[in-house]
Nanobody
């Protein structure tokens, strides 16, 4: 069993920054990944960013490349999503998730999920 607690969402103006955190507890695996997804009203859940925990390799959706950075803190078992140059279209509920193997962009391949944190970007 893995438990994820994500936090850090809020209201920010366009062009601003926000940092999301996801603290994990429970088992870890030799090649597990943690990722961020988001879902806006009326839209499908979409991939944002992911990191391979041990290797540190990352992958980003095209829509956030150059603006968002995913990172990890092994001591705290926490993954972060630093979001800069935020746009109104970034508004969504953001979820962290984990899976027991490498990075995937597909939400159904992740095993455990946080509760979600709302990010709202005003114009």
């Amino acid at each position: 069993q893995v438990q994820l607690v994500d936090s850090g969402g809020g209201l920010v103006q366009a062009g601003g920054s926000l940092r999301l955190s996801c603290a994990a507890s429970g088992r870890t695996f030799s090649n597990y990944a943690m990722g961020w997804f988001r879902q806006a009203p009326g839209k499908e859940r979409e991939f944002v960013a992911a990191i391979n925990w041990n290797a540190g390799s990352t992958h980003y959706a095209d829509s956030v490349k150059g603006r968002f950075t995913i990172s990890r803190d092994n001591a705290k078992n926490t993954v972060y999503l630093q979001m800069n140059s935020l746009k109104p279209e970034d508004t969504a509920v953001y979820y962290c998730a984990t899976r027991s193997t490498g990075i995937s962009t597909r939400y159904w391949q992740y095993d455990y999920w946080g509760q979600g944190t709302q990010v709202t970007v005003s114009s």
